[in-house]
Protein backbone atom coordinates (compact mmCIF):
# COMPACT_ATOMS: atom_id res chain seq x y z
CA UNK A 1 0.00 0.00 0.00
CA UNK A 2 0.88 3.76 0.09
CA UNK A 3 3.47 4.65 2.94
CA UNK A 4 5.70 6.90 3.67
CA UNK A 5 7.24 7.16 7.41
CA UNK A 6 10.07 8.70 9.45
CA UNK A 7 11.97 6.40 11.46
CA UNK A 8 11.78 8.78 14.52
CA UNK A 9 9.60 11.48 15.83
CA UNK A 10 11.73 13.78 17.27
CA UNK A 11 15.37 14.93 17.10
CA UNK A 12 16.96 16.81 18.93
CA UNK A 13 20.50 18.27 17.84
CA UNK A 14 22.94 20.84 19.30
CA UNK A 15 23.17 23.99 17.47
CA UNK A 16 25.86 24.06 14.61
CA UNK A 17 25.77 20.18 14.40
CA UNK A 18 24.63 18.67 11.28
CA UNK A 19 21.03 16.97 11.53
CA UNK A 20 20.06 14.01 9.54
CA UNK A 21 16.35 13.31 9.47
CA UNK A 22 15.45 9.93 7.79
CA UNK A 23 12.21 8.75 5.85
CA UNK A 24 11.67 5.02 4.90
CA UNK A 25 8.68 4.62 2.04
CA UNK A 26 7.10 1.80 0.89
CA UNK A 27 6.58 2.74 -2.90
CA UNK A 28 8.99 1.43 -5.27
CA UNK A 29 7.19 3.38 -8.65
CA UNK A 30 7.26 6.74 -6.93
CA UNK A 31 9.03 8.96 -9.29
CA UNK A 32 9.29 12.19 -7.17
CA UNK A 33 10.37 12.88 -3.40
CA UNK A 34 10.07 15.72 -1.60
CA UNK A 35 10.93 17.46 1.52
CA UNK A 36 8.83 19.83 3.55
CA UNK A 37 8.99 22.00 6.90
CA UNK A 38 6.28 23.41 9.06
CA UNK A 39 6.44 25.32 11.30
CA UNK A 40 4.23 26.03 14.21
CA UNK A 41 0.88 27.93 12.73
CA UNK A 42 2.17 27.80 9.41
CA UNK A 43 1.51 25.34 6.43
CA UNK A 44 4.71 22.97 5.04
CA UNK A 45 7.15 24.39 2.81
CA UNK A 46 9.16 23.09 0.32
CA UNK A 47 12.25 22.78 1.35
CA UNK A 48 14.01 20.30 -1.47
CA UNK A 49 13.24 17.90 -3.81
CA UNK A 50 14.91 14.68 -5.93
CA UNK A 51 13.71 12.27 -8.42
CA UNK A 52 14.45 8.60 -8.90
CA UNK A 53 16.84 9.12 -11.63
CA UNK A 54 19.20 10.79 -8.98
CA UNK A 55 20.68 9.64 -5.63
CA UNK A 56 21.72 13.30 -4.14
CA UNK A 57 20.73 16.61 -4.46
CA UNK A 58 22.28 19.39 -2.42
CA UNK A 59 20.37 22.79 -1.78
CA UNK A 60 21.88 25.63 0.73
CA UNK A 61 22.98 23.99 3.85
CA UNK A 62 20.35 21.12 3.40
CA UNK A 63 21.30 17.76 1.16
CA UNK A 64 18.50 14.98 -0.06
CA UNK A 65 19.88 11.29 -0.39
CA UNK A 66 17.63 8.83 -2.19
CA UNK A 67 18.49 5.20 -1.74
CA UNK A 68 16.02 3.20 -4.00
CA UNK A 69 17.33 -0.49 -3.23
CA UNK A 70 16.17 0.07 0.39
CA UNK A 71 13.83 2.91 -0.35
CA UNK A 72 14.78 5.47 2.20
CA UNK A 73 15.51 9.15 1.42
CA UNK A 74 17.43 11.44 4.17
CA UNK A 75 17.73 15.03 4.76
CA UNK A 76 20.42 16.43 6.23
CA UNK A 77 21.01 19.88 7.61
CA UNK A 78 24.38 21.60 7.99
CA UNK A 79 24.99 23.58 10.83
CA UNK A 80 21.87 23.48 12.33
CA UNK A 81 20.58 27.22 13.31
CA UNK A 82 17.84 27.55 16.25
CA UNK A 83 15.53 28.80 12.75
CA UNK A 84 15.67 25.12 12.01
CA UNK A 85 12.78 24.06 14.49
CA UNK A 86 10.37 22.76 12.78
CA UNK A 87 8.56 19.56 11.66
CA UNK A 88 10.17 17.80 8.75
CA UNK A 89 7.75 15.76 6.81
CA UNK A 90 8.66 13.67 3.72
CA UNK A 91 6.45 13.27 0.71
CA UNK A 92 6.58 11.11 -2.01
CA UNK A 93 4.38 11.22 -5.69
CA UNK A 94 4.15 8.06 -8.75
CA UNK A 95 4.27 10.51 -10.94
CA UNK A 96 3.79 13.28 -12.45
CA UNK A 97 0.14 14.26 -12.26
CA UNK A 98 -0.06 12.17 -8.73
CA UNK A 99 -0.91 13.27 -5.33
CA UNK A 100 1.89 13.51 -3.06
CA UNK A 101 1.72 11.09 -0.23
CA UNK A 102 3.25 12.26 3.32
CA UNK A 103 4.82 10.59 6.15
CA UNK A 104 3.97 11.74 9.25
CA UNK A 105 6.59 13.97 10.42
CA UNK A 106 9.79 14.49 12.52
CA UNK A 107 9.79 17.42 14.80
CA UNK A 108 13.71 18.70 15.07
CA UNK A 109 14.14 20.44 18.52
CA UNK A 110 17.66 22.49 18.65
CA UNK A 111 19.76 22.63 21.61
CA UNK A 112 21.67 25.49 22.51
CA UNK B 1 3.61 37.77 -5.68
CA UNK B 2 0.97 36.37 -3.50
CA UNK B 3 0.76 33.18 -1.92
CA UNK B 4 -1.64 30.58 -1.10
CA UNK B 5 -4.56 32.38 0.60
CA UNK B 6 -7.33 30.02 2.78
CA UNK B 7 -10.26 31.76 4.10
CA UNK B 8 -11.32 31.79 7.27
CA UNK B 9 -8.15 30.77 9.37
CA UNK B 10 -10.46 29.59 12.06
CA UNK B 11 -13.64 28.14 12.54
CA UNK B 12 -16.01 26.91 15.33
CA UNK B 13 -19.11 24.45 14.34
CA UNK B 14 -21.70 22.45 15.96
CA UNK B 15 -21.76 19.02 15.21
CA UNK B 16 -24.51 18.15 11.52
CA UNK B 17 -23.72 21.49 10.11
CA UNK B 18 -21.91 21.86 7.26
CA UNK B 19 -18.88 24.27 6.21
CA UNK B 20 -17.23 25.42 3.05
CA UNK B 21 -13.29 26.51 2.87
CA UNK B 22 -12.13 28.76 0.54
CA UNK B 23 -8.77 28.91 -1.03
CA UNK B 24 -6.86 30.99 -3.62
CA UNK B 25 -3.74 29.70 -5.10
CA UNK B 26 -1.08 31.47 -6.58
CA UNK B 27 -1.75 33.76 -9.63
CA UNK B 28 -0.68 31.42 -12.71
CA UNK B 29 -1.14 27.84 -10.80
CA UNK B 30 -3.94 25.67 -11.91
CA UNK B 31 -3.08 22.28 -9.60
CA UNK B 32 -5.30 23.23 -6.28
CA UNK B 33 -4.94 20.42 -3.54
CA UNK B 34 -6.68 19.87 0.06
CA UNK B 35 -5.04 18.12 2.77
CA UNK B 36 -6.47 17.10 6.52
CA UNK B 37 -3.73 17.38 9.21
CA UNK B 38 -4.16 15.76 12.64
CA UNK B 39 -1.69 14.91 15.11
CA UNK B 40 -3.08 11.58 15.07
CA UNK B 41 -3.04 10.98 10.79
CA UNK B 42 -0.93 13.89 9.69
CA UNK B 43 -1.09 14.43 6.36
CA UNK B 44 -4.01 13.13 4.82
CA UNK B 45 -4.42 13.62 0.89
CA UNK B 46 -8.32 14.72 0.12
CA UNK B 47 -8.59 15.83 -3.45
CA UNK B 48 -6.89 17.38 -6.66
CA UNK B 49 -8.38 19.51 -8.71
CA UNK B 50 -6.55 21.06 -11.99
CA UNK B 51 -8.38 22.90 -14.46
CA UNK B 52 -11.78 22.88 -12.65
CA UNK B 53 -11.46 18.63 -12.97
CA UNK B 54 -10.97 16.49 -9.92
CA UNK B 55 -8.11 14.80 -11.15
CA UNK B 56 -6.88 12.80 -7.83
CA UNK B 57 -9.14 11.84 -5.15
CA UNK B 58 -8.46 10.37 -1.57
CA UNK B 59 -10.11 7.86 1.12
CA UNK B 60 -12.25 10.19 2.73
CA UNK B 61 -16.32 9.75 2.64
CA UNK B 62 -18.67 11.61 0.63
CA UNK B 63 -19.19 14.30 3.19
CA UNK B 64 -16.14 15.65 1.61
CA UNK B 65 -16.08 17.65 -1.44
CA UNK B 66 -14.83 20.59 -3.50
CA UNK B 67 -14.68 21.96 -6.53
CA UNK B 68 -13.01 24.75 -8.70
CA UNK B 69 -13.68 27.80 -10.21
CA UNK B 70 -12.63 29.01 -13.81
CA UNK B 71 -10.27 31.32 -12.07
CA UNK B 72 -8.52 28.25 -10.07
CA UNK B 73 -10.00 29.04 -6.94
CA UNK B 74 -11.22 26.42 -5.16
CA UNK B 75 -13.69 25.45 -2.38
CA UNK B 76 -14.04 22.42 -0.44
CA UNK B 77 -17.09 21.58 1.34
CA UNK B 78 -17.81 18.95 4.74
CA UNK B 79 -21.48 18.43 5.50
CA UNK B 80 -22.86 16.70 8.66
CA UNK B 81 -19.57 17.91 10.43
CA UNK B 82 -18.28 14.73 13.02
CA UNK B 83 -16.20 15.66 16.10
CA UNK B 84 -13.22 13.77 14.33
CA UNK B 85 -13.38 16.32 11.43
CA UNK B 86 -11.76 18.70 13.72
CA UNK B 87 -8.51 19.36 12.06
CA UNK B 88 -6.24 21.92 9.92
CA UNK B 89 -7.33 21.95 6.40
CA UNK B 90 -4.86 22.98 4.28
CA UNK B 91 -4.73 23.65 0.23
CA UNK B 92 -1.76 23.11 -1.74
CA UNK B 93 -1.04 25.24 -5.21
CA UNK B 94 0.96 24.36 -7.63
CA UNK B 95 1.59 25.22 -11.87
CA UNK B 96 0.55 21.74 -12.66
CA UNK B 97 0.96 19.01 -10.30
CA UNK B 98 3.05 17.02 -7.85
CA UNK B 99 6.32 17.40 -9.86
CA UNK B 100 6.07 20.62 -11.00
CA UNK B 101 9.00 23.16 -10.11
CA UNK B 102 9.04 23.27 -6.11
CA UNK B 103 6.28 20.73 -6.00
CA UNK B 104 3.59 22.46 -3.81
CA UNK B 105 3.33 26.12 -1.77
CA UNK B 106 0.63 25.28 0.71
CA UNK B 107 -1.32 28.21 2.62
CA UNK B 108 -1.14 28.64 6.15
CA UNK B 109 -4.48 26.66 6.80
CA UNK B 110 -8.07 27.02 8.25
CA UNK B 111 -8.34 24.82 11.88
CA UNK B 112 -11.65 23.63 11.75
CA UNK B 113 -13.21 23.05 15.00
CA UNK B 114 -16.25 20.79 15.46
CA UNK B 115 -18.18 21.06 18.82
Known amino acids: GESVGLHLPTLSVQEGDNSIINCAYS??????FIWYKQESGKGPQFIID?????DKRQGQRVTVLLNKTVKHLSLQIAATQPGDSAVYFC???????????FGKGTRLHILP | KAGVTQTPRYLIKTRGQQVTLSCSPI?????VSWYQQTPGQGLQFLFE???????NKGNFPGRFSGRQFSNSRSEMNVSTLELGDSALYLC??????????????FGSGTRLTVV
Open chain 2, 92 to 105: ASSTSGASSNYGYT
Open chain 1, 27 to 32: NSASDY
Open chain 1, 50 to 54: IRSNM
Open chain 1, 91 to 101: AESPNRDDKII
Open chain 2, 27 to 31: SGHRS
Open chain 2, 49 to 55: YFSETQR
